[in-house]
C-alpha cells in the first residue's frame, strides 16, 4: 500500500528527480495511450513512496521511454523494493 503522508516534495533530491523525469517526458512529447497512475512504488527510508513524472502529458510512451534510466537514479538515491507501475489506460 502507498503511504498517502509521504509526499515527494518533502525530499529535494526525490523531487527533483520526478521533475527531471518529467522534463524528459515533456521533451520526448505527448506519445502513446493515455495512461494515470504510473509511477515506480519504492521503499525510501524504511517507508513506501511513489515516484511518478512531474510533466504535462498523458501519454504513457512519453515517459517510458526513459523509465530505466529514472529506476537507475533511484537506486544511486538509495532506494530499495524498487517496482514500476504501469497505470491504467484512461
Same mark, same amino acid.
Given at each position: 500500500?502507498i503511504?498517502?503522508?509521504?509526499?515527494?516534495?518533502?525530499?529535494? %533530491?526525490?523531487?527533483?528527480?520526478?521533475k %527531471?523525469?518529467? #522534463?524528459?517526458?515533456n521533451?520526448y512529447?505527448d506519445?502513446? =495511450?493515455c495512461?494515470?497512475?504510473?509511477g515506480?512504488?519504492?521503499?525510501w527510508?524504511?517507508k513506501?513512496?511513489?515516484? =511518478?513524472?512531474?510533466?504535462?502529458?498523458?501519454?504513457?510512451l512519453?515517459? %517510458?521511454?526513459?523509465?530505466? #534510466?529514472i #529506476? =537507475?537514479?533511484?537506486k %544511486?538515491?538509495?532506494?530499495?523494493?524498487?517496482?514500476?507501475?504501469?497505470?491504467?489506460?484512461?
Amino acid at each position: 500500500m502507498i503511504n498517502m503522508k509521504f509526499r515527494i516534495q518533502d525530499h529535494p %533530491e526525490l523531487y527533483a528527480l520526478a521533475k %527531471e523525469w518529467g #522534463e524528459k517526458a515533456n521533451k520526448y512529447g505527448d506519445k502513446g =495511450s493515455c495512461v494515470r497512475g504510473a509511477g515506480f512504488s519504492f521503499k525510501w527510508k524504511g517507508k513506501t513512496a511513489f515516484l =511518478s513524472p512531474i510533466c504535462h502529458t498523458q501519454g504513457s510512451l512519453s515517459w %517510458e521511454h526513459c523509465k530505466e #534510466e529514472i #529506476e =537507475s537514479k533511484l537506486k %544511486e538515491l538509495g532506494a530499495t523494493d524498487i517496482d514500476y507501475k504501469w497505470g491504467m489506460m484512461d
